[in-house]
């Protein structure tokens, strides 16, 4: 099972999407972002991505500053051919997705089956204030 990771310090997709929002510019990458669906119930933030033919080892998963971020790697076949229509992407994968609510980061799971890597974190509980 893929584990969660919690970091104190900038990511490299932090960094690099401010320098490309700052300049404006569009840079295309080797750097692919599989299929992501993301959405919300009543107790938990989930975020659903298509990477089919990883292992566990190949996936990283973390949070930091209200943002999800999950990377890997999907290997290519080591021999030659001559496609007729390429569409899988292999290479590094990095998705980024902005967590709009409080969620318990050290109760999230995250689960890799049938070629779905699914995240799931549970929202916080509201706090609730004592008035004196």
Do not use: C
């Amino acid at each position: 099972m893929p584990t969660i990771v919690r970091r104190s310090h900038p990511t490299m997709i932090e960094t690099r999407r401010e320098i490309f929002q700052a300049v404006g510019w569009q840079v295309r990458s080797s750097v692919w972002s599989p299929p992501t669906d993301v959405y919300e119930t009543e107790d938990r933030f989930v975020v659903r991505v298509e990477v089919a033919g990883l292992a566990d080892d190949d996936i990283e998963i973390a949070v930091e500053n209200n943002t999800l971020t999950i990377s890997g790697h999907r290997s290519d076949f080591n021999e030659r051919r001559a496609y007729l229509q390429m569409e899988i992407r292999f290479g590094k994968f990095e998705i980024a997705v902005e967590i709009p609510v409080a969620v318990e980061t050290e109760q999230s799971v995250a689960e890799y089956k049938d070629g779905f890597l699914i995240v799931q974190l549970p929202k916080a509980s509201p706090k609730h204030i004592e008035v004196e």
